[in-house]
């Protein structure tokens, strides 16, 4: 009988410790997890030469990427590094979101470099404000000399989502334009994007400028959010929950 009773109680309580345990780790998993707040992820380019070719008339097509590691390379007709493309390849590159709230002006650095690695301020609670900053340059090369998009941000004009090419000695000029764009936030309140690319002829822009044919796409733009990392300490935690309440039932059925 009293068997019976000393079982049940420590049934009873290891029910209780399980139920106070799991509600502790749900509320410590919960505040791992991102709030409303800056925009974080990696941004995917896929850029096909042989559009950009045909909509710049057979004049330009992009021979260069470099990434975040160049964000201070003064970037010319001869520089090198990066990775080179042929004006048939498929350009492939991924840029991290700056992690920067304020530009990085390198020119005050270093006097000959004219970049600036653009700052992360859009909340993606509101995206109407801010923008995205993302590393890296493009080098646009063809028989009418070079162009030298670099130092990227997105950002929203209206319902359209742009990708602007920066300098901290240059205007900035709209590079590209997103077009059959779907746009979501994740139960975290995080932004994700996909849509394909065009020239931009908002403001001062590349299509604007050189008579570029906006009408083509030159290729495909994703966003994807930062996966959250669980914390060790909730594994440590989760993994000292089970060996407790392991012990409780074995002391429970041992009385």
Do not use: C
């Not at 850029?47 to 990434?67: K, L, M, Q, Y």
């Not at 590691?69 to 991290?96: E, M, R, W």
Request: glycine letters at 10%.
């Amino acid at each position: 009988m009293n068997s019976i009773t000393l079982n049940s109680q420590g049934s009873f309580k290891a029910k209780h410790l399980v139920t106070a345990s799991v509600l502790a780790l749900t509320g410590l998993l919960a505040s791992t997890t991102a709030s409303a707040g800056l925009v974080t992820g990696t941004a995917n380019f896929t850029i096909e030469n042989a559009a950009v070719s045909t909509s710049t008339g057979g004049a330009f097509h992009f021979d260069r990427h470099w990434g975040a590691a160049d964000n201070a390379l003064a970037i010319g007709a001869n520089t090198l590094g990066g990775t080179a493309y042929s004006n048939t390849d498929t350009v492939n590159f991924s840029a991290q979101v700056n992690t920067n709230i304020s530009d990085i002006d390198y020119s005050n650095a270093v006097p000959e470099v004219i970049r600036s690695t653009q700052g992360t301020t859009m909340d993606s609670s509101d995206l109407s404000a801010g923008s995205i900053g993302l590393s890296g340059a493009l080098r646009l090369n063809g028989p009418l000399g070079v162009l030298t998009p670099f130092d990227f941000d997105l950002y929203k004009s209206g319902a359209d989502w742009v990708v602007g090419s920066n300098g901290a000695g240059f205007p900035p000029a709209n590079v590209f334009a997103l077009v059959d764009v779907v746009e979501s936030l994740n139960a975290n309140n995080e932004l994700s994007l996909t849509g394909n690319l065009k020239w931009s002829t908002a403001g001062i822009s590349y299509a604007g400028s050189f008579g570029f044919d906006n009408s083509i796409v030159l290729g495909s733009f994703s966003l994807a959010p930062s996966a959250v990392p669980v914390p060790a300490a909730v594994w440590m935690f989760g993994s000292g929950l089970i060996g407790l309440v392991a012990a409780r039932r074995k002391k429970a059925f041992d009385a």
